[in-house]
Nanobody, 124 residues
Framework: QVQLVESGGGLVQAGGSLRLSCAVS????????MGWFRQAPGKEREFVVG????????RYTESVKGRFTISRDNAKNTVYLQMNSLKPEDTAVYYC?????????????????WGQGTQVTVSS
């Protein structure tokens, strides 16, 4: 079966950095777009960033542009999220997701598989 396993979350002070990883198994990783979503307490799960299957195209939500960077290593079946200049409002559970198809998408409904989530807490 398809499995997505996130790692790298934790507690960090405002201005600090974290790097999330998501290892994928059970599906041909290089054929599918990937994305990261996040969900803060009491809020809807929201799109953060997506990356095309080759890694050539990316799309970021406005609030993280210039601070977060998504990348993927198709040889390792892993997608990464480098988060710099973290702010308290970035606090959330971060989810890795695999697209249902080949194209980079931003809607939650267009992602077929999800990881279990990793907590990111940014203190002020």
């Amino acid at each position: 079966q398809v499995q997505l396993v996130e790692s790298g979350g934790g507690l960090v002070q405002a201005g600090g950095s974290l790097r999330l990883s998501c290892a994928v198994s059970g599906r041909t990783f290089s054929n599918y777009a990937m994305g990261w979503f996040r969900q803060a307490p009491g809020k809807e799960r929201e799109f953060v960033v997506g990356i095309s299957r080759s890694g050539a195209a990316t799309r970021y939500t406005e609030s993280v542009k210039g601070r977060f960077t998504i990348s993927r290593d198709n040889a390792k079946n892993t997608v990464y999220l480098q988060m710099n200049s973290l702010k308290p409002e970035d606090t959330a559970v971060y989810y890795c997701a695999m697209g249902a198809g080949y194209y980079l998408v931003t809607e939650r409904r267009d992602y077929a598989y999800w990881g279990q989530g990793t907590q990111v807490t940014v203190s002020s």
